[in-house]
């Protein structure tokens, strides 16, 4: 097992976090140029850049419209990435462990607030995953990495809280920590290919919507003509004639 | 997915493992990621990026003095080809460069701080300024493209000449001091490939490469985008590259006539299969096909023959660069894997904008057709995960971009240990000293050692008493443990204490609770000391103390702390200023595999006991 550890924890650890960082970077990348692109295509080059920012901020804060509209589930979200977030990032044996590598080291949180923000963390997530199943509209938009995405993220957690309070905890501390390492690596090998890019993306999020409907001129009619509709009336002009929107 | 998309999905993928491996390079260092040595200065990067990356650029300048000089108007349509060939491969080779130096920030000193006698300083003033010469006679063809330039466009076209010779004479100039670098090292060059005449070799085979790389790369890139290869310009390259060839080979062999090595060519050393086998894939083989005129005049003809004289030009500056250097004791370097994909990295990138180059700009008369002006082709499904990713750029960039996270990452996963950890140093496994009254203290087996007079110092000391004073950690039950106990590698620090040893089923089987008894993180710090269980393990009166004993330092470190530290005590104390020298202990060199007791014994008029198991 200790074998294992020692792969999980170089090699393979290395594989993952490379594939995250890279990854990340990646989607990030395309995603900008696909902006400047859309942007460079188009005619209007009118964006309402303050419009854009303060709706940006207030779908990641639960004040604002996300608040108004479901104020409960915006705030378990907030706390459930609050805890997602600060405890990896945060923890002393984290930075312990990047110092003895690359020799940098940060603020740590003292061991009882990572196991209070842990349990937040899980207790949050089982929230939020009970009100996927519960709400129709919900159910409705969700996909299987919407089901599988929770219940994966949560093995880190919960077993790197078992190794923390080995007194709790039904396994061995090897076993723990083998679980901990592949169940981290597989989140951070998996993270650049889902819905998780929300992580890099989140600020872009309504520049891209914005960006995303300004079309080049003329494409109904282009796109009309790709489908062999090309002798049928455009949008435009069936708007003018006043006939049937179907 | 055509031709073009297939290789460069293979180049991306090779780059993005370069890049892993470069990345780690520049922050971690040459130990780590490379074989190169103080012994191995130069090898890979060298021989075949900087030294073969030079020589395969050589096309540019050939072919353009023999349009623009000799108005050979018939080669007119592989010039352009021909200058973006050079150009990227000198800046390949710059880039390659920048791998291989050992503080690559500081490669603009040679602007600054001029070394007139080194050949060196005159390779790296004619890299650059050649770079700038091949970017002002390439720049004209981008420029075409945009409005914007086409002042800057007619000044270059207007200086096309003046630049050209200025082309020529630089390359030749150092195409020719690559070869000068060697003569500085003639007892290092084996005697087959040293020669005075190496600058002369060096061009000579150059302008060969040259004419035959401009072959290779027309004939690829006309496979790559289905074009109509350009077999009848080209033949009328293979007549020069015949002779040059001939010439070359005459030069070669009288040469080594005149200076009466010919009996070398009869040895059955590698070195000497070697030499053959350069020669006949570098000058012989290619010789033999070009004078059949059918292989001259068809297309897989020319690429064969041109192909085997690339291929044996670059493993000939790959050999006088480094391979067949003598001198270096037993150990043969052979690259490591990072070197390979450092070199085929670069060689990759290289690839990938010249052929970003032949799809925006006018580099042939006809550009290959550009997937994307057809406004109404109907979406292509993506194999692998059947869906629509755009338009053909944009799938293309969604894919390679892929393809190079994914090499990447493989690329970081796949480096060594030392390299991953930050650490520069490979790790050296140190030995116990071995002898009785004089102890031979050479923990790295290379010879270099110290024969301490272990007895005697002890009596000084005064006698069993004063163990203590450097065996100042004993293992359990144990007296006197020897240094490389502990300070178990040559350089790094090394763990003392082997937390699986006791933690794991097998060996201690100790809780985490037994030693990180309090509430805090679980750390070498708030742990329990050694001494708290193993009680004998500091002796009474231990002369250095540890602060953190879970840590060794390395052995050479402990050695010179401590016998340094003493020397210089009773340097000062009994007024012997030779005790604190360097000397003082490193008085010899030794084999142990020699006749390692006979040589103790009668230096140092000694006795030595042998532990089992030592190899004489």
Not at chain 2, 366 to 388: N, Y
Request: include cysteine.
């Amino acid at each position: 097992m200790e074998a294992w550890i020692v792969f999980a924890r170089g090699p393979l650890f290395r594989l993952c976090f490379s594939i995250m960082v890279l990854g990340l970077a990646r989607v990030l990348w395309l995603t900008g140029i696909g902006i400047i692109e859309a942007y460079g295509r188009s005619d209007d080059r009118a964006l309402a850049y303050r419009e854009i920012f303060r709706q940006t901020l207030g779908w990641a804060l639960p004040v604002g419209r996300a608040g108004r509209a479901r104020p409960l589930y915006s705030l378990t979200s907030v706390l459930f990435h609050l805890g997602l977030l600060l405890v990896p990032l945060l923890l002393q044996a984290h930075v312990r462990l990047w110092q003895s590598v690359i020799g940098i080291a940060w603020p740590v949180l003292p061991a009882a607030a990572a196991d209070g923000l842990t349990l937040l963390m899980l207790v949050t997530a089982v929230g939020l995953f009970a009100g996927r199943l519960a709400d129709r509209r919900s159910r409705a938009i969700s996909r299987l990495q919407d089901y599988v995405w929770p219940l994966l993220l949560a093995v880190p957690f919960v077993s790197g809280f078992a190794c923390a309070n080995l007194t709790l905890a039904p396994l061995t501390y090897q076993a723990g920590m083998l679980l901990h390492l592949l169940s981290a690596d597989a989140v951070m090998f998996l993270l650049p290919f889902t819905k998780i890019t929300h992580c890099v993306l989140q600020p872009l999020s309504q520049l891209v919507t914005a960006v995303a409907w300004k079309f080049v001129p003329e494409a109904g009619d282009r796109v009309a003509a790709t489908l062999g509709f090309a002798d049928r009336p455009s949008w435009a002009e069936r708007s003018r004639l006043g006939g049937p929107h179907s | 997915m055509s031709r073009a998309r297939r290789l460069k999905f293979v180049l991306w993928a090779i780059v993005g493992l370069a890049a892993a491996v470069g990345t780690t390079r520049m922050l971690v260092g040459l130990g780590a990621t490379s074989h190169l040595s103080d012994a191995t200065p130069w090898g890979l990067w060298i021989g075949f990026d900087v030294m073969a990356g030079v020589a395969l650029a050589a096309g540019g300048f050939i072919i353009t003095a023999s349009v623009y000089i000799f108005k050979l108007e018939r080669f007119h349509d592989v010039v352009r080809p021909a200058v973006l060939t050079a150009f990227l491969g000198y800046l390949a080779v710059v880039v390659g460069l920048l791998f291989d130096l050992g503080l690559p920030w500081n490669i603009w000193h040679m602007i600054v701080f001029w070394n007139t006698r080194s050949p060196l300083f005159e390779v790296g003033w004619c890299v650059m300024l050649y770079l700038t010469v091949l970017a002002l006679e390439f720049f004209p063809v981008p420029a075409e493209q945009f409005s914007a330039l086409a002042k800057i466009r007619r000044v270059l076209l207007k200086w096309r000449l003046p630049l050209v010779i200025a082309g020529i004479g630089l390359s030749t100039l150092h195409q020719s001091s690559l070869g000068s670098l060697f003569l500085a090292m003639p007892y290092h060059v084996h005697p087959l490939w040293y020669s005075p005449w190496l600058p002369v070799l060096f061009l000579v085979s150059a302008i060969a490469l040259g004419l035959q790389m401009v072959i290779v790369e027309s004939h690829f890139t006309a496979y790559v985008y289905r074009r109509k290869p350009e077999t009848g310009v080209l033949e009328g390259l293979t007549t020069p590259a015949r002779w040059i060839l001939l010439a070359y080979l005459a030069l070669r062999f009288g040469d080594l006539a005149a200076r009466g090595n010919l009996r070398l060519l009869t040895g059955g050393e590698w070195q000497v299969k070697m030499f053959w086998f350069e020669v006949a894939v570098m000058a012989g083989l290619p010789i033999v096909l070009l004078s059949i005129g059918r292989v001259r005049r068809s297309r897989a003809g020319q690429f064969a023959a041109a192909g085997l004289g690339v291929f044996g030009v670059v493993l000939n500056r790959v050999d006088v660069g480094g391979l067949v250097h003598t001198g270096r004791g037993e150990a043969l370097y052979v690259p490591a894997w990072t070197e390979f994909a450092v070199s085929a990295g670069v060689v990759a990138a290289a690839v990938l904008a010249f052929l970003f180059a032949v799809e925006r700009f006018a580099v042939w008369h006809d550009r290959p057709a550009d997937p994307d002006a057809d406004p109404l082709k109907l979406p292509e499904f993506d194999k692998v995960g059947t869906t629509w990713l755009g338009v053909p750029a944009v799938a293309d960039r969604t894919v390679y971009s892929l393809v190079f996270v994914v090499a990447a990452a493989v690329g970081f996963a796949l480096l060594p240990a030392s390299a991953a950890a930050g650490r520069g140093v490979e790790p050296g496994p140190a030995h116990r000293a071995r002898g009785g009254e004089i102890l031979w203290i050479d923990g790295n087996l290379d010879g270099n050692g110290v024969a301490f007079p272990h007895d005697a110092h002890e009596q000084r000391e005064g006698g069993k008493e004063s163990c203590p004073r450097c065996h100042h950690m004993n293992l359990p039950r144990d007296r006197a443990s020897g240094c490389f106990e502990c300070h178990r590698d040559m350089w790094q620090p090394t763990d003392a204490f082997g937390h699986e040893r006791h933690a794991s089923p097998t060996g201690g089987r100790l809780s985490c609770a037994t030693c990180h008894p309090s509430a805090e993180p679980r750390s070498a710090s708030t742990a329990k000391t050694c001494v708290t269980c193993h009680k004998d393990l500091i002796p009474a009166g231990a002369f250095i103390k540890v602060n953190n004993g879970y840590r060794a330092s390395g052995y050479v470190r402990a050695m010179h702390a401590l016998c340094i530290d003493c020397h210089t005590h009773v340097m000062a104390a009994r007024k012997k200023p030779n005790l604190g020298r360097c000397t003082n202990c490193h008085r010899e060199r030794r084999s142990f595999v020699d006749a390692p007791d006979l040589a103790v014994r009668e230096r140092i008029g000694a006795s030595v006991v042998l532990p089992q198991g030592v190899a004489r």
